[in-house]
C-alpha cells in the first residue's frame, strides 16, 4: 500500500493498493498539493487527475497519461514525461500546465497537442520529436530547450523566450510567434539537405538577431517590424515573405531570392548578399 502525502502538512491525500505507482490508477483524485518528488508514475492513469501545485520533481511520468489533467504550477524540474499522454485533438481534453516548473524536464516524444503551458519554465528542456500542434507556450520560458524534429504547427508561441533553442528541422508551420525571443535559436538543419519549416508563421516584432535560418522554408511567413539583425538566411526560402520595417543589418541572404517579398522600409544597404531587384521602392 503506498500512501500520497501533502507537501507541506504531510496530510495523506490517497491510498493505493500496491507496493508502486507504476501503472496505478489514479483518475480523478485530488492530489493538489502532493509530495511526489522522484517518484515512479511510469504508465500510471492520471486522467482529469488534480495536481495543482504537487512537487513532482524529479519523477518519471513516461508513458503516463495526462488527458485532461490539471497540472497548474506544478513543479515537473527534472522529471521524465518521454511519450507522455497529455494532448487531444479536442483542447478541452488537453492538460494544462500554466505556470508550471518543466526546466530541464524530459519531454521527447511527448504529446503535448493543444496542451495549456502560459507562463510556464521549460528552460532546458528535451522536447525532441514532441508534438505540440496547437500547444499555447504564450510568455513562456523556452531559453535552450533541445526540440529537433519537434511539431509547432500553429503552435501559440506569443512573447515567448526561445534564446539558444535548438529548433532544427522543426515544423512551425502558421505558428504565433510575434514579440517572441529567438536571440541565438537554430533553425537550420542537422541534416545536409534538411530544412525547417516555418511557413506562414508569425514572427511580427520578434527578436531573433544572431539567429541562424540557413535553408529554412519560410514562404509566406511575417517578419514585419522583427529585429534580423545578424540572421543567416542563406538559402532560405522566402517567397512571399513580409519584411516591412525589419531590422536586417548584417542579415545573410546568400543565394535567397527576394523578387517576391515585402521589403518597404527595411533598411538592406547593412544586409550582406543581398540583391535587391531594382524596382523594389521605399527602402531605406
Same mark, same amino acid.
Given at each position: 500500500m503506498v500512501q500520497i502525502t501533502h507537501?507541506?502538512?504531510?496530510?495523506? %491525500?490517497?491510498?493505493?493498493?500496491?507496493?508502486s505507482l507504476v501503472g496505478a490508477d489514479l483518475r480523478d483524485m485530488r492530489l493538489n498539493g502532493a509530495d511526489l518528488v522522484g517518484a515512479d508514475l511510469?504508465?500510471?492513469?492520471?486522467? +482529469?487527475?488534480? /495536481?495543482?501545485?504537487?512537487?513532482?520533481g524529479g519523477a518519471s511520468?513516461?508513458?503516463?497519461? %495526462? %488527458?485532461s489533467a490539471h497540472l497548474n504550477d506544478a513543479? /515537473?524540474?527534472?522529471a521524465d514525461l518521454a511519450r507522455v499522454r497529455a494532448g487531444s485533438n479536442r483542447t478541452a481534453n488537453a492538460a494544462v500546465f500554466t505556470g508550471a516548473n518543466l526546466s530541464r524536464a524530459n519531454l521527447e516524444g511527448a504529446d503535448l497537442r493543444n496542451a495549456? %503551458?502560459?507562463?510556464?519554465?521549460?528552460?532546458?528542456?528535451? /522536447?525532441?520529436?514532441?508534438?505540440?500542434?496547437?500547444?499555447? +507556450?504564450?510568455? =513562456?520560458?523556452?531559453?535552450?530547450?533541445?526540440a529537433p524534429k519537434g511539431l509547432f504547427i500553429q503552435a501559440n508561441l506569443r512573447s515567448a523566450d526561445l534564446c539558444g533553442a535548438d529548433l532544427r528541422d522543426c515544423h512551425l508551420n502558421d505558428a504565433n510567434l510575434a514579440k517572441a525571443s529567438l536571440y541565438d535559436a537554430d533553425l537550420s538543419s542537422a541534416q545536409p539537405d534538411g530544412f525547417t519549416v516555418v511557413n506562414l508563421a508569425n514572427f511580427e516584432g520578434a527578436d531573433l538577431h544572431d539567429a541562424k535560418l540557413c535553408?529554412?522554408?519560410?514562404?509566406?511567413?511575417? +517578419?514585419?517590424?522583427?529585429?534580423?539583425?545578424?540572421?543567416? +538566411?542563406?538559402h532560405a526560402v522566402l517567397g512571399g515573405a513580409i519584411l516591412r520595417g525589419a531590422n536586417v543589418a548584417g542579415a545573410d541572404f =546568400?543565394?535567397?531570392? /527576394?523578387?517576391s517579398v515585402t521589403m518597404e522600409f527595411a533598411n538592406f544597404s547593412k544586409a550582406k548578399n543581398a540583391k535587391v531587384p531594382s524596382y523594389k521602392q521605399n527602402l531605406r
Open positions: 507537501k507541506q502538512t504531510g496530510a495523506v %491525500l490517497a491510498t493505493v493498493d500496491g507496493d511510469s504508465n500510471a492513469n492520471l486522467e +482529469f487527475t488534480d /495536481l495543482v501545485a504537487a512537487d513532482l511520468l513516461r508513458g503516463a497519461s %495526462l %488527458l513543479d /515537473l524540474s527534472g495549456e %503551458l502560459r507562463n510556464a519554465n521549460l528552460q532546458q528542456a528535451n /522536447l525532441r520529436y514532441a508534438d505540440m500542434r496547437g500547444t499555447d +507556450f504564450s510568455h =513562456s520560458n523556452l531559453s535552450h530547450v533541445t535553408n529554412v522554408s519560410a514562404q509566406d511567413a511575417n +517578419f514585419r517590424n522583427a529585429n534580423l539583425s545578424h540572421v543567416d +538566411f542563406s =546568400s543565394d535567397v531570392e /527576394l523578387a
